[in-house]
């Protein structure tokens, strides 16, 4: 029986989501929860490779069960064995061919920004602090630039190998007033809704977003950037630990 | 100069406000940090010892100051010291005779409860986690007992040896909704505004509100325990890791 899994974790301890030989990851640490449980290896596969640092509200992750312990308990006991920084949300049963990644329609990510003079040491881990000028008028320029189809090969990774690099931006919306824990903090979001994304892709466009609303590029580089994949005029990928998978559509 | 510090701190691995010889506290750290910078011991003096575990949105303390680096520059030189686990939001000019905890008017306490059928590994630390059933009009049936004046004494740590156990409690808030970072996510606060508060006091008061709403016990416990100063009657004390010293008013 093919289940899917809804997950979140605070990726502060983990070296991202995928699995690497000898390095805490979450997908290793769900695996040898699953191998407790069941006695035998069980893959798990997740819609998007979150990054080193990276967090998610809802990342979705597919796996086979072939285990007498019935669906319902399946989230209970995972999360009776995981530690605390990872939550197995729900888990239900899907079509037996349902894949994570190859069926996900689309992503959306939340980059948070603290803009307060002090950060916060409850959100320090969890946001850019960010305490310098910040126009969102440009922000809001570069988020409409954004939106549509447009080749991203200018805001990954290097080093990275994937065959296309064309990605449908439907949404970028900026956030000024998502609330924070303490009563009158707030934080600033940008919130990216998209049909998938190249690896840090998310942190390359929210590191020239900032710069451009700090005045220290122009909004003509990010169009540059856009237009021409000129990684030059792109900003430098913001912090790993604002970044947070919030949602993968089907 | 007499200065008026407001600070904010994760307290999870901290052994609360007060210096304990040997554990690490918050007024510990702090003192560390104010000995580097001005080479002299500086002590610093709290409006509320918060016990160990507990958070603040925003303690205020009070120091003297006789060094040369200006006012002004004292915040952002002691942040620049401490861990992202403490932070002084400000600090300004106080009267030569400001005392934290002898002029302090009245304080609030925020303590956050995770109602959600699974936790947040974002919130974990920071609320108590209760997927249980929780009736808020029995909750605010409690709030309602406990405002007022009362002798508080059944609901402080045992071994406790204060003079006057008596303290006005301004008003109980109920909060059903307050916004977690996941955006569809909720949280329950229970906010206490009083003149003051006992050790343990609000963590006594929200495990009897807690089991009260949760059908284990009656209200006329909480009522009995309030005028009679039983103890028996209370609940056990609820999670340190939920509660937050919100605001000290002068």
Chains 1, 2 share one sequence.
């Not at 979140?8 to 979450?26: A, C, E, L, R, V």
């Not at 989230?75 to 996900?104: C, G, Q, W």
């Amino acid at each position: 029986m093919r289940l899917k899994g809804t997950i979140s974790y605070d990726g502060t301890s983990f070296y991202g989501w995928q699995m690497q030989k000898g390095y805490p990851t979450i997908q290793s640490t769900i695996e040898e929860v699953l191998r407790h449980i069941t006695g035998t290896d069980v893959r798990i596969s997740g819609a998007g490779r979150t990054d080193t640092g990276v967090h998610a509200f809802e990342q979705v992750a597919h796996f086979d069960w072939n285990h007498r312990l019935p669906l319902e308990k399946v989230a209970l006991a995972m999360n009776a064995l995981l530690p605390s920084s990872v939550r197995i949300l729900k888990v239900t049963e899907a079509a037996p061919d349902f894949h994570a990644r190859y069926d996900a329609k689309s992503k959306e990510y939340l980059y948070r920004i603290d803009p307060n003079p002090v950060y916060s040491p409850f959100s320090y881990g969890y946001a850019l602090f960010y305490p310098f000028r910040i126009d969102l008028d440009l922000m809001r320029e570069c988020a409409k630039m954004i939106e549509g189809e447009h080749d991203f090969a200018g805001f990954q990774a290097t080093g990275t190998d994937v065959v296309g690099t064309v990605r449908r931006m439907f949404r970028v919306d900026i956030l000024p007033e998502i609330p924070d824990w303490a009563t009158d903090r707030r934080l600033l979001g940008i919130r990216f809704h998209a049909t998938g994304f190249l690896r840090k892709m998310v942190r390359f466009l929210v590191g020239t977003i900032v710069e451009i609303s700090g005045g220290r590029k122009d909004p003509e580089d990010l169009r540059i950037a856009l237009d021409r994949c000129d990684r030059s005029r792109a900003g430098v990928p913001a912090a790993a630990r604002g970044l947070f998978l919030e949602k993968v559509h089907y």
